[in-house]
């Protein structure tokens, strides 16, 4: 079967830095997504990895290593508007997005 | 540019009534998904169109759903009879495909149609 795991919860300082963790079992892979979910509000893209090693965006970083079925989105400087669930997603086989429950991430002052 | 407009924003039926769904996607893209959001099941996917035509539509639940995409604009998600486990976010998202089937890298969720049935 395919599975995405990561965890349900994280709690983190503002102006600190967090990871937030992601593994996978897919049929196959064409890419791995990350996605920031305000409450009440759309997913909104964050990052693409579809080659091993590290991404960087700002603030935001997304590494992958396909040999481990594994990615970590990185948060550093936190803010208080980034406390919000961050969705990981891996493109399988047939181009289709296998999405995981998503990491609520919540910001303390 | 406008992004994926969906309509209602939020829905309050009666057990039993018909429920449309409707979104318009960004222009351009040749794809669209139907999602539904939930705190128990999270996203899942319930169907998704290529140049208007319905790829995979393993993802709907049951007979009570169904889905249509008229042209490259516009597409419903329909429930009859809708039921009180129907109640979910339902997000449309649009993306753009290439030839190869490789999905650019991002897809552009609308802000979603609540909907509470009673």
């Known amino acids: 079967g395919q599975n995405i795991d990561q965890p349900t919860e994280m709690t983190a300082t503002e102006g600190a830095i967090v990871q937030i963790n992601c593994t996978y079992q897919t049929s196959g892979f064409n890419g791995l997504f990350w996605y920031q979910q305000h409450a009440g509000e759309a997913p909104t893209f964050l990052s693409y990895n579809v080659l091993d090693g590290l991404e960087e965006k700002g603030r935001f970083s997304s590494f992958l290593s396909r040999s481990k079925g594994y990615s970590y989105l990185l948060l550093k400087e936190l803010q208080m508007k980034d406390s919000a669930s961050y969705l990981c997603?891996?493109?399988?086989?047939?181009?289709?997005?296998?999405w995981g429950a998503g990491t609520k991430l919540i910001i303390k002052p | 540019d406008a992004g994926v407009i969906q309509s209602p924003r939020h829905e309050v039926t009666e057990m039993g009534q018909e429920v449309t769904l409707r979104c318009k996607p960004i222009s351009g893209h040749n794809s669209l998904f139907w999602y539904r959001q939930t705190m128990m099941r999270g996203l899942e996917l319930l169907i998704y169109?290529?140049?208007?035509?319905?790829?995979?539509d393993s993802g709907m639940p049951e007979d009570r759903f169904s889905a249509k995409m008229p042209n490259a604009s516009f597409s419903t998600l329909k429930i009859q009879p809708s039921e009180p486990r129907d109640s979910a976010v339902y997000f449309c998202?649009?993306?753009?495909?290439?030839?190869?089937?490789?999905?650019?890298?991002?897809?552009?969720f609308g802000e979603g149609s609540r909907l509470t049935v009673l």
């Open positions: 998202a649009s993306s753009l495909v290439t030839s190869g089937g490789t999905n650019t890298g991002e897809l552009f």
């Open positions: 997603a891996v493109e399988d086989s047939n181009y289709q997005l296998i």
């Open positions: 169109f290529n140049n208007n035509v319905p790829i995979d």
